[in-house]
Every structure is written in C-alpha cells, then in structure tokens.
C-alpha cells in the first residue's frame, strides 16, 4: 500500500509542473499613452501632427523664376525637381527642410528649392515667368505649418 500514496504525489507533482510550467507573456505596452496609436495587429500609426495649421508668424514673400536673372538659368531645384508655379518654394533650409509644406494667402507650397538671398523668415514663390514674378512684388504674409 506504501507504493500507491507515493505515485499519487509524483503524478500530482508532475501534473503540477506541467500547469505551472505554461509560457508566460508580458502585457504588451500600452502604445496611446507614448503618441501613438494602435491601427490593427502589429500597425502602430502616430498621432496626428499637431502643428499642421500653426501660424509661423509673418514672413517676407517676393517672387523667382528659372531665368538667367532670378536663378542662372537653372531648369531644376535644388532638390531635383522641376519648378512648379503654385506648388514650389525657395525657403531657408535650416529653417524648413525640403518636402515641407506651407501655407500661404490659401495656397499650399512645397519647399523644394533653396537661394542665397532666402535665409530666416523669407520665402521665394516660383513663378512660369519673369513677369509673374516681377508682378507679385515683395510683401509680408502670414505663413502656416501645413504637413
């Protein structure tokens, strides 16, 4: 009778192992809490920009093309593109690396170029023309984080 009592306690113990011997899985980190935001199994998307639409203040706004006057003739910008007229700006790339939009008087702008003359709160619009250019003169506007 000795014999049964101490199989009953190895197969318990051995029961015991195998239930206590489960994997156990750390909860996984609560990504909202750190800005992001949980989009589906194994998606993390960011929060949205805040700053799209934030005033960056008043900045001076003159106008360029791609003529020997305004930038040496140059057919491309500084980041390889091809100017836009509605779409590129010269900015301060210190200020506003390329691919940044802004908006500005209801126009949104992508900086893609760079000039010698564009350093802090100063902006260049391209223009298809010199003329175009020469028109929209130098003024102060409001200008908007857009991206």
């Not at 051995?14 to 992001?36: C, M, N, Q, R």
């Not at 998307?45 to 900045?59: I, K, N, R, V, Y």
């Not at 006057?69 to 593109?81: E, F, K, M, P, R």
């Not at 509605?86 to 790339?93: F, G, K, V």
Request: charged share 15%; aromatic share 10%.
């Amino acid at each position: 009778m000795r014999k049964y009592p101490k199989m009953m306690l190895a197969g318990l113990a051995l029961i015991s192992g195998l239930l206590f011997s489960l994997p156990v899985y750390a909860a996984e980190p609560d990504l909202t809490d750190s800005g992001y935001v949980a989009a589906g199994p194994g998606v993390v998307q960011e929060d949205e920009d805040t700053t799209s639409g934030m005033s960056l203040g008043a900045f001076t706004i003159t106008g360029y093309c791609n003529c020997d006057s305004c930038s040496g003739g140059h057919n491309l910008t500084y980041s390889g593109t091809v100017p836009k007229a509605n779409h590129t700006i010269s900015a301060d790339l210190n200020l506003f690396p390329i691919g940044t939009q802004l908006l500005i008087n209801g126009t949104v702008y992508t900086v893609e170029d760079m000039g010698s003359s564009v350093n802090g709160k100063k902006i260049d619009i391209y223009y298809d023309s010199h003329e175009e250019a020469l028109a929209a003169g130098t003024y102060t506007a409001e200008v908007f984080r857009w991206d």
